[in-house]
């Protein structure tokens, strides 16, 4: 069984920072990519960054240069450090693994396995 675990969202001013966090759960997988993802109601799901496993790591244009994604591999904890928030960076952002090899970049969704979501909320 495989549980995805986020925390850290919450409600920041424009301008503002906060630390996502999703912790990875198994006892018997590991994760070969892990990604964040986001949507607000109305608009398509869209990723915003990933991690391939003791690897490289990919942002979304929208988010580079604001956004750092990192990992704590012996926790198999992946955390988004969101700065500079902007109220367009509201919405409830999801995080994703996968076991198995894949294109790891916020343009592929193609994960096995999602978080239940963590809202984020930038006011201005």
């Known amino acids: 069984q495989v549980q995805l675990q986020e925390s850290g969202g919450g409600s920041v001013q424009a301008g503002g920072s906060l630390r996502l966090s999703c912790e990875f759960k198994?006892?018997?997988?590991?994760?070969?990519?892990m990604g964040w993802f986001r949507q607000v109601p109305g608009k398509e799901r869209e990723g915003v960054a990933t991690?391939?496993?003791?690897?490289?790591?990919s942002v979304a244009n929208s988010v580079k240069g604001r956004f750092t994604v990192s990992e704590h591999s012996a926790q198999d904890t992946l955390y988004l450090q969101m700065n500079s928030l902007k109220p367009e960076d509201s919405g409830m952002y999801y995080c994703?693994?996968?076991?198995?090899?894949?294109?790891?970049?916020?343009?592929?969704?193609?994960?096995?396995?999602w978080g239940r979501g963590i809202l984020v909320n930038v006011s201005s």
């Open positions: 991690r391939v496993r003791d690897g490289s790591t």
């Open positions: 994703a693994a996968a076991l198995s090899t894949m294109k790891c970049i916020p343009e592929n969704d193609a994960f096995e396995h």
């Open positions: 198994s006892d018997t997988y590991s994760t070969a990519c």
